[in-house]
C-alpha cells in the first residue's frame, strides 16, 4: 500500500523574503501606471496546493487614475531563481504569457487575462507577469488530487461529472487550433518538460 506524505506537507517553491514582495511592486507599479498613482500592495499567502514549476504571488493593488481610487485583484507568475532548483532547463515565461493571451483571443476556453509583464528580472529577481484573479477552486496537485481527502475526492457524482466535463471541452478547445504557431509552441514545452523530468528521474 503507497504511504502518502504527512498532511501538514508544505513544500517550499521559493526562499524569497515574502516581506520584500509588496514594497519592490509598489516601486514597479509607480513606473508603469499614471503619474501619481500612488500604489499599494497587499499580499495574501501563497499557494501551497497547485503550481510546482513557477513561483506565485496572489496580490491586490489599489492605486489613483484620473482622480478615482482603483482595486486590481491579481496572481503574478514568477520565473524560478536558479538557486531554488526549477522544475524547467528553460523557463519561456513570454511564450506562457503570449499562449494564454492568444488562447483568450482566438478561443472561448477559459483562460486567465493576462496584463503587465516585468521581463527583466530587475524588479523581483526574475522575469514576471500579472494576470486577473478569480474566486474558485481547483483540484490540487501536492499531494495529488486522486491520492483522495480533498475537495475534489469528496465532491458530490455531479460535480465530479462537471468538472471532467468542462476539462474535455477544453482540450478540445486548444486541439481546435490551427497546425503550426502556437500549437507548435505548446507541443514543444510539453516535449521539454517531458525531457526535464527524464533527466531527473536519471539522477
Not at 504571488?57 to 532548483?85: K, N
Not at 483522495?148 to 478540445?172: H, P, Y
Request: hydrophobic content about 40%; aromatic content about 6%; proline content about 8%.
Amino acid at each position: 500500500m503507497t504511504q502518502g506524505p504527512p498532511a501538514d506537507l508544505k513544500l517550499q517553491r521559493t526562499s524569497r523574503d515574502p516581506a520584500t514582495v509588496p514594497g519592490l511592486l509598489e516601486d514597479w507599479l509607480a513606473g508603469v501606471l499614471p503619474a501619481g498613482a500612488e500604489p499599494k500592495v497587499t499580499l495574501h499567502s501563497g499557494i501551497d496546493a497547485n503550481g510546482m514549476s513557477s513561483e506565485t504571488l496572489v496580490f491586490d493593488a489599489t492605486w489613483t487614475e484620473d482622480g478615482e481610487q482603483r482595486t486590481g485583484e491579481y496572481v503574478a507568475r514568477v520565473a524560478p531563481a536558479e538557486h531554488d532548483i526549477p522544475v524547467f532547463m528553460d523557463y519561456a515565461l513570454q511564450d506562457q504569457y503570449d499562449a494564454m493571451r492568444i488562447v483568450g483571443e482566438r478561443t472561448d476556453v477559459p483562460v486567465p487575462v493576462v496584463g503587465l509583464v516585468e521581463p527583466s528580472g530587475d524588479v523581483l529577481g526574475t522575469p514576471f507577469f500579472l494576470m486577473d484573479r478569480i474566486d474558485g477552486v481547483v483540484p490540487p496537485d501536492v499531494p495529488p488530487y486522486n491520492w483522495g481527502d480533498n475537495w475534489l475526492a469528496d465532491a458530490s457524482v455531479e460535480d465530479q461529472r462537471r468538472l471532467q466535463d468542462s476539462t474535455v471541452r477544453a482540450i478540445a478547445g486548444l486541439h481546435a487550433l490551427e497546425r503550426g504557431g502556437l500549437r507548435a509552441a505548446l507541443m514543444d514545452a510539453v516535449e521539454a518538460a517531458t525531457l526535464r523530468a527524464a533527466e531527473l528521474g536519471k539522477g
